[in-house]
């Protein structure tokens, strides 16, 4: 599957962005999807996940739970990432991830297809 994010940008602390992914190739619907995100000098990490079908399951890593929220449109073959009360370290590359053969993953090597990634950052 071919994904694609959009909506990064520069917001100061406490401000809020929505962050896009949109998927083609492949039924979104069957696909588990996650976000992670990448800052220079680190690992790629965690951020949240979604399970397949109706997204009734969630996953969110520690630092980001109560902030953020995923969310699923199968009909608009589209992943979200809603992020309240951003903070400085939650500046990063943020990548969309796919994968079809499990209901809900949250590691990194669970995912077979990775978007390009899209900027956040926040300002003090």
């Known amino acids: 599957v071919q994904l694609a994010e959009s909506g990064g940008g520069v917001v100061q602390a406490g401000g809020s962005l929505r962050l896009s992914c949109t998927a083609s190739?492949?039924?979104?619907?069957?696909?588990?999807m996650g976000w992670f995100r990448q800052a220079p000098g680190k690992e790629r990490e965690f951020v949240a996940a979604?399970?397949?079908?109706?997204?009734?399951?969630?996953a969110y890593a520690d630092s980001v739970k109560g902030r953020f929220t995923i969310s699923r449109d199968n009909a608009k073959n589209t992943l979200y990432l809603r992020m309240d009360r951003l903070k400085p370290e939650d500046t990063a590359a943020y990548y969309c991830?796919?994968?079809?053969?499990?209901?809900?993953?949250?590691?990194?090597?669970?995912?077979?297809?990775w978007g390009q990634g899209t900027q956040v950052t926040v300002s003090s």
């Open positions: 991830a796919s994968t079809p053969g499990r209901i809900i993953a949250t590691m990194r090597t669970e995912y077979d297809d």
């Open positions: 190739g492949r039924t979104f619907s069957s696909c588990a």
């Open positions: 979604i399970s397949r079908s109706g997204g009734a399951l969630s």
